[in-house]
Each structure stands twice: as C-alpha cells, then as structure tokens.
C-alpha cells in the first residue's frame, strides 16, 4: 500500500525564480577569459544542465575534470555575486504555493541541477527555506536531468511515494525526468514553450485551486 504522503518537487530555476540573465551573465563572462565566446542561443541550449555536461558540450568529452571544476567553480562564484548584489524574485504565484501547500500539509522538496552553495544563497535571498522539508543539489546525484535521480532522491527525502509527488518544472529534461520517475508533472512556461507535462501553464498563479490535488487523485 502507497503511504498517503503527498510532497511537490521545486526545481528552482525558472519556476521559484527567474534568474537566467544572471546565468548568461557570468558564463559569457568566465567563458571570455577562457577564449571561448558564447552566444546566446548556445547557452539557451545548455541552459538547465550541470557544469560538468555543459562545459564538456562546449569544450569537448575530453574536457578534464579539473578544468570542469576550475571553470565551473568560477563561473558560480560570479552567480552569486550578482544574486546578492542586484537581487531576485519569487516568480507570479509562487509564494501563495509555496504557503498554501505547507498548510496544507504537502511536503515540499527544492531538487536542483544548481550547487548547494547557489541553492542557499538564492533561499537565503528569497526568505523561503521555512517552506522545504529538504533539498537536493548537485552534489547530491551522479547523474543529471534527465535522468530522474534528482526527483527521486528528493522524494525519498520527504518520504513520498513518487506516485504521490507532484514536479514543477521549466525544462524539457526536467519535464521528463519527472515522467521517469514516475511522478506528475507542472510546467512553466518561463522560456520554452513545448513542454509536454500534465498541466503547463504561463505563471503560477493561472494554476486551478484544487490542481495538485487533482494531479494526485488520477
């Protein structure tokens, strides 16, 4: 028998928040100094993936790990500063969720391709680490969206059955990653408009009263 816990997995860039100009900012950046010179549309492409699959998507599979770190490590560290420095957002409807489903007694779980240091740096600037029950970072799984290691692993943290869990995400991969696991999934449409999730919607907030509750009840 499925126990009755049912939890909702934030990815977080994208639908908590939108701080994708900051992403572009600090990979054209960084990437500069190393000689190579991104454009947008690549870093569209890659967008939503780990360090270590998109510096090796833009330098090759032979990329050594060293310089995946290197480069990585600097690239996050000029994130950061620009969360701090210029601030970021809930995105519509996000905070009324957030609220709404903790009293509502959902458990809440943040999985995300970010590092752990990003991760707490974006819930400290946001105020919101009172509404998740855990979080998974990158450092917590050995293989990216979309595989569904990251929901699982989530889901386990906060003792859902995956049956039971409902994703909101903003990528194709995490979108499928969600359908791997075997969970339901919501989509925001912050850039890409052909995600193929259980309900997508523009914002939060054109989301129904009773759709997680629906979504669990299939």
């Not at 509502?104 to 600037?125: F, H, K, P, Y």
């Not at 990528?171 to 912050?190: D, L, N, T």
């Amino acid at each position: 028998m499925i126990n009755e816990t049912r939890a909702v997995l934030w990815d977080m860039d994208g639908t908590l928040l939108d701080s994708t100009d900051y992403h572009w900012r600090s990979w054209r950046e960084v990437l500069a100094t190393e000689g190579f010179d991104l454009t947008r549309e690549r870093f569209s492409e890659s967008f939503g993936r780990r360090n270590d699959a998109t510096l090796r998507a833009y330098f090759g599979e032979d990329l050594p790990l060293s310089e995946v770190e290197r480069i990585g490590s600097i690239k996050e560290a000029r994130y950061r500063d620009l969360v701090r420095s210029e601030g970021v957002q809930l995105l519509p409807g996000v905070a009324p969720w957030l609220s709404r489903l903790k009293s509502d007694g959902w458990r809440q779980a943040l999985a995300s391709s970010a590092s752990l240091q990003n991760v707490e740096a974006i819930i400290g600037t946001l105020d919101v680490g009172r509404f998740f029950n855990a979080i998974v970072s990158a450092e917590d799984v050995k293989t990216g969206k979309p595989h569904p290691e990251v929901f699982l692993l989530a889901a386990a943290r906060v003792g859902a059955h995956p049956r039971r869990c409902v994703v909101i995400e903003d990528s194709p991969a995490g979108i499928e990653a969600a359908r791997r696991a075997g969970m339901h999934s919501i989509a925001v449409q912050s850039w890409n408009t052909s995600l193929q999730a259980d309900i997508v919607v523009r914002t939060l907030d054109q989301l129904d009263a009773d759709a997680f509750d629906c979504l669990i009840t299939r």
